[in-house]
């Protein structure tokens, strides 16, 4: 990204005035705690610039599986996708004596709960798709008449079929509300997931600001440990909802198919 894309970037802002802040809520002199401010900001700008990272940064592969335009998955992706930006970049300035051992790995760990991420909203994408041909009050409506014609059918080899007919709808309707249930788990693991992003990439700033003023670096170690952890967390619950909504999909068959392959060979 360019230097004056950078310089607009309201994550700049938002990281230098909670450096700052935080550095005068432990006691460091107003003029200094700005300063801290100002030294945060500088080294989102510095290392963002310095970097040159687009917002395609991540490439998807080639079988990933394709997220809707305009929908809420898309805006979720897009949310983590600019928290782990600006967690890299700040991993990236922490003084070496604190982090040396832990920088690499979170970002690591950022990168790869921002996969699944990626991963969970193209199976929120398909599950959408899917349940959108499941049309559920149409289904209930052609039960209703199936029924009224079993309650009328003098004729066993008649009532035989509709009773099989019955069945195949009694089905599409359960698997179209497991759809919608995956689907809700789907955007809901998303925001939550999307949200805690941002809160880790504030606890870094907060990290980061301290270790200019009062942290010592066996504590500040600690909290890295922290967000390290919270990051498996998220990764791991990532991985649950997505075996969550393969077994959802696999129950209708046809693209919930092809999606579960796709899925599992962009892992492989």
């Known amino acids: 990204m360019a230097l004056n894309d950078e310089v607009r970037d309201p994550w700049v802002y938002i990281l230098a005035g909670l450096g700052g802040g935080i550095a005068w809520a432990v006691g460091v002199p107003v003029a200094a ?14 290392f963002g610039a310095a970097l040159g ?3 395609s940064r991540r490439p998807e592969t080639a079988s990933a599986l394709p997220i809707t335009e305009h929908s809420a998955e898309q805006d979720w992706l897009r949310r983590g996708d600019a928290a782990v930006d600006t967690f890299r970049d700040l991993a990236r300035s922490l003084p070496a004596g604190l982090a040396s051992s832990h920088s690499a790995s979170i970002a690591t760990q950022a990168d790869e709960t921002l996969a699944g991420m990626r991963r969970l909203a193209g199976q929120a994408s398909v599950t959408t798709k899917v349940a959108g041909r499941l049309h559920v009050p149409s289904l209930r409506s052609e039960r209703e008449r199936l029924r009224l014609q079993l309650d009328n ?6 009532a035989g079929e509709l009773e099989r007919s019955l069945g195949s709808i009694d089905e599409q309707v359960d698997i179209a509300q497991r759809l919608e249930r995956s689907r809700a788990t789907l955007l809901a693991r998303l925001e939550s997931s999307a949200l805690g992003l941002e809160r880790l990439v504030a606890q870094l700033a907060e990290i980061l600001a301290l270790s200019e003023s009062a942290t010592s670096p066996v504590e500040g170690a600690a909290q890295l440990e922290a967000l390290a952890d919270d990051l498996e967390g998220m990764r791991t ?8 909504s393969r077994r959802a999909l696999s129950a209708y068959g046809g693209e ?13």
Not at 33 to 46: F, K, M, S
Not at 153 to 158: E, K, N, Q, R, V
Not at 237 to 244: C, I
């Open 33 to 46: 705690a700005a300063g801290v401010g100002v030294a945060v900001g500088a080294a989102r700008v510095g």
């Open 153 to 158: 059918a003098g004729d066993p080899d008649i």
């Open 53 to 55: 990272r687009p917002s």
């Open 237 to 244: 619950g990532l991985a649950e909802a997505e075996q969550l």
């Open 256 to 268: 919930g198919s092809v999606g579960h392959e796709q899925a599992e060979d962009g892992k492989g």
